[in-house]
DNA sequence: TATTTTTCTTAACCTATATCAATAGTATTT
DNA sequence: AAATACTATTGATATAGGTTAAGAAAAATA
């Protein structure tokens, strides 16, 4: 499955044979049933994962045990908590796999290596940086700005393949409300 | 002013007399009063900015009109539509002064020079992205599990200096509340 | 297939926060 | 100093979405 990482940051900068083979050698490939962690919360984050099969939420627990999602990770992204991961302090975020996954995983050291041996690799982590900014600077406008039935319409506008597979009760918390608040608004939506 | 913004740099990567040439010889100074704006909406992002004295505010403007704060920048931080500025796109974001401004800014020709001239910028450039990253992370997750209150101490206790300078609404704005309700939360946090 | 677990729906009730409107207090501008 | 903007407060009322509880439906497991 790692023909499928591969060709993903092949959309974004030029692969040689050699490149390629350098990523081969340097990342891991792991494999999580449903329900087992990438990472647990306190733990630090060794890995940054590209997710070539399956699904994951990323999470926090707040005081009261409640989950609150921020992440919701089809094939083709990546997980991780950037903040351990970079500074090596524990993490904050949960993150556990909803479908059995494989997960292709570099630890810092693999990446000081592919940046030192693929040039281009560098362009790809910053416009992968600036996308996910981006994005996340408009779920903070959305949450400012949108109604939950809002944001529950341009959620399944802009991810059709989610609300395919992920249950109700994940989406609902990744939207910022109760399940059976999102009940009652398909409800809603259906007349 | 553009001691401050080197000074900035420098904490983070080593500056030589040569390099700070380079940020002086491409970056432009640019000075607003109060209520101008440093973007509108609709208008390409051309640059990106550092506060180096003053503070504004970056702001959407829903349909009804009504303005919802994304960020609240004083002297250090760095003001742009990223998506408007990387892409060309119009830009989502207004930024407009809080108070009379001096800003140091750069258009992307600069950066580019800058890049290749000073090579530990690329690296000063990766960090202050993933430190904004990890910042607006942790927004999404402070409205995804805390109430208005508990946003509201936890923002005096992170930028105590905002608390001073900025209007209350605007405050109210940044925590996604009405100003009257903030205003009662303080009545009610002054017991 | 039967059983257990998880997820979804519905209804009744509740609460945090919004909205509207009036007033008072502060800054700016003239 | 007066006049004109803004900004903050307060009270009355409204509402989106939360909470609790129960049952139905669907999925996973035995």
Redesign the interface.
């Known amino acids: 499955m790692i023909e499928f990482f591969l060709d993903t940051i092949s959309e974004i900068i030029e692969l040689t044979e050699a490149d390629k083979e350098v990523f081969i050698n340097n990342c891991l490939i792991k494999k999580l049933k449903k329900r087992q962690f990438f990472l647990q919360e306190g733990d630090i984050c060794k890995y940054a994962g590209f997710v070539s099969k399956g699904c994951l939420k990323t999470y926090?627990v707040?005081k009261n045990g409640?989950e609150?999602?921020?992440q919701i990770a089809l094939e083709g992204w990546w997980v991780s908590d950037?903040?351990s991961h970079?500074t090596g302090e524990p993490a904050?975020f949960t993150i556990e796999a909803l479908e059995d996954c494989e997960i292709v995983v570099m630890d810092k050291e693999a990446r000081e290596k592919i940046l030192k041996e693929v040039p281009g690799y560098?362009r790809f982590?910053?416009i992968l940086?600036?996308k996910?900014?981006?994005a996340?600077?408009r779920?903070?406008?959305s949450?400012?700005?949108?109604s939950a039935e809002e944001r529950y319409l341009a959620f399944i506008e802009k991810y059709p393949q989610i609300v395919q597979r992920v249950p109700q009760l994940v989406i609902a918390?990744y939207l910022?409300i109760a399940p059976e608040s999102l009940s009652r608004i398909r409800k809603q939506l259906a007349k």
Do not use: A, K
């Open positions: 926090t707040d409640d609150h999602v921020f950037m903040y970079l904050n560098e982590h910053r940086l600036e996910n900014y981006v996340t600077q779920r903070v406008n949450m400012l700005s949108s918390s910022g």
